[in-house]
């Protein structure tokens, strides 16, 4: 891999976008790298969370490379979007928890791949945005659905319509992220919420993914059978036996995925 970089220790897989040089900018050799690694990464049994980072500290990804995408007619155009659109869909779609772990500018194609994430937290310098309008496009990979979704219809319009960058203590405020921490506890904090997460039954953190991302996109009564599927499912576990064994006990639960 020449600019996504994976390192796996204690069950965690960090991933980092690196082209330091260009703001981890996106282009078609980025997603590319960036499907491989994330389809290896769910069939990984020795990874069972995933953290996504941007290389240096002044940005997550600075957005796409727009010397690419100006080279595009109206059938590349779409190509483009769509394809981009998988990649993010994969991401989003993973069974394990994905934090993105946002370093600094989070813009466009890269604003849009941490929403692909499951969790956000950010440094304090953060700033995201989708800046696509000002270049006389619109978000393609993503962004008009998945922002509106998480932080409402109004807010996002906000956001999009006038391409201005929001800070990570607004991004706070408005659910974009969950927590903002000091640039040099970053990384700590995204370890250490992904070992929290770890301690964790496998098979419910794999089933809770299921239900909220499947279960968002339907009405309301059919995600709740979908959720009671899923905890019926569950019940038939040695892992819930484990779980409630170790809480009735008052000792730490040994889960086996099983």
């Excluded at 981890?24 to 769910?42: D, M, R, Y």
Aim: aromatic letters at 4%.
């Amino acid at each position: 891999m020449s600019f996504v970089l994976v390192e796996k220790a204690d069950r965690i897989a960090w991933v980092t976008l690196n082209r330091p040089e260009k703001l981890n900018a996106l282009n078609n050799e980025v997603l590319k790298e960036l499907e491989q690694v994330f389809a290896e990464l769910e069939q990984d049994p020795a990874v069972g969370a995933v953290v996504v980072t941007g290389a240096g500290e002044k940005a997550f990804v600075a957005g796409a490379d727009i010397a690419e995408l100006k080279t595009l007619d109206t059938a590349s155009a779409r190509v483009q979007a769509l394809r981009g659109q998988a990649v993010y869909q994969r991401i989003e779609s993973m069974p394990k928890p994905v934090i993105a772990a946002v370093n600094g500018f989070a813009l466009g194609g890269g604003c849009e791949l941490a929403l692909a994430c499951h969790i956000r937290i950010a440094s304090e310098n953060a700033k995201f945005g989708l800046p696509e309008v000002s270049l006389g496009i619109i978000p393609g990979y993503g962004g008009t659905q998945r922002l509106p979704r998480l932080v409402g219809k109004g807010v996002a319009l906000d956001m999009i319509l006038s391409a201005e960058m929001t800070p990570a203590a607004d991004a706070l405020r408005m659910g974009l992220v969950s927590r903002v921490v000091p640039q040099a506890d970053l990384k700590a904090t995204a370890e250490k919420l992904a070992k929290t997460i770890l301690s964790r039954g496998p098979l419910a953190l794999r089933s809770a993914l299921a239900a909220v991302n499947e279960g968002i996109e339907m009405p309301q009564d059919q995600g709740l059978q979908y959720e009671a599927a899923l905890f019926g499912l569950l019940a038939a576990t040695q892992d819930m036996q484990e779980g409630m064994g170790a809480f009735l006990e008052k000792r730490a639960a040994q889960f086996k995925g099983l």
